[in-house]
């Protein structure tokens, strides 16, 4: 084993420790080969996810076309087989979650999934009953997360999960946002409710949660989801110009999915970042970001700097 090697695997052993809350989980296949990947702890159970989740908005929302159907049921497949847990939809998402449903009952992967979905609707006394028909399309026995979308009429909703967490209806409880907005709001949601997850947009550019959001989390035991972390591919078509830097080989990234992925699940704060796509190899890639040696404070600084320079 050269020197190199063993620098490198201190270096690894050494930002997951100062990650907080996380754990390196071993799945061995067959004798010699060793497989490593990040989980990090659920502050409220100390439950570990793997880092890498799968989103659903756009991507899974093909209607009843059984061909993209199947496509996604593919996706699903290596997810999971990739190590992957948590799946996270929303009514919002056109046809998504019975697209979900499809795919869990082809690939008979129930026992695997953390199934994660939202509430959806201003007419706070339909929460229930929405959150039923999203149960019915996931095929699921109940939700481990169920999280009020983008604030709408949380008070009440928020009530009615702690109802179903305490009837041992659901395992955890959440609130979301995206695109940046409401973060004062959610700032003082956060100060005042119990919540096990929050949801919130962050990305190599979209930095502003830094500052508040997600050291409110750390202090109160909050777990972070974090969508839109390729600004919808956007930021994934605007750096495919640019070569990879050199020293990105240091966590071992081969593309810029992976080095943006890396650049949000490092963060202490951030529990799960859940990129979406309907592509295999594109779930492939996504998945190696949580395999590998993370950027500590320093690179993490050097990887933000590099991307506003370009």
């Not at 880092?51 to 996706?75: P, Y």
Request: hydrophobic letters at 40%; charged letters at 25%; one cysteine or more.
């Amino acid at each position: 084993m050269t020197d190199t090697h063993n620098t490198s695997r201190r270096r690894f052993i050494r930002n997951i420790a100062l990650a907080g809350g996380a754990a390196l989980t071993w799945s061995l296949s067959g004798s010699a080969k060793t497989d490593v990947f990040l989980k990090k702890a659920v502050p409220s159970s100390g439950e570990l996810l793997p880092v890498i989740g799968l989103g659903s908005s756009r991507t899974f929302n093909v209607g009843h076309d059984k061909q993209s159907m199947d496509k996604c049921a593919s996706v699903m497949q290596h997810f999971f087989e990739q190590g992957g847990v948590l799946v996270d939809s929303s009514p919002m998402y056109g046809s998504s979650q019975p697209v979900i449903g499809y795919g869990l009952n082809k690939i008979k992967q129930y026992d695997k999934v953390f199934a994660a979905d939202k509430v959806w609707i201003s007419d706070a006394d339909d929460g229930p009953e929405q959150i039923e028909q999203s149960r019915q399309y996931w095929g699921v026995k109940k939700f481990d997360l169920m999280q009020v979308h983008n604030l709408v009429a949380w008070r009440m909703h928020l009530q009615t999960l702690q109802n179903m967490k305490q009837a041992g209806n659901l395992r955890y409880l959440g609130i979301t946002t995206s695109h940046g907005r409401r973060h004062q709001e959610l700032e003082r949601i956060m100060q005042q409710h119990a919540l096990d997850f929050v949801q919130l947009t962050y990305n190599i550019e979209d930095r502003e949660v830094e500052a508040r959001l997600l050291p409110i989390a750390r202090e109160r035991g909050i777990a972070i989801i974090v969508n839109r972390p390729f600004q919808r591919g956007d930021l994934i078509e605007k750096l495919a110009r640019y070569p990879l830097p050199k020293w990105a080989s240091e966590i071992e990234c081969k593309t810029w999915a992976q080095f943006l992925l890396k650049y949000i699940v490092s963060h202490p704060a951030v529990t799960v970042a859940i990129p979406a796509t309907t592509r295999v190899d594109h779930l492939v890639e996504n998945m190696q970001a949580m395999r590998g040696p993370m950027p500590d404070a320093e690179l993490r600084k050097r990887m933000s700097d590099h991307v506003e320079a370009l």
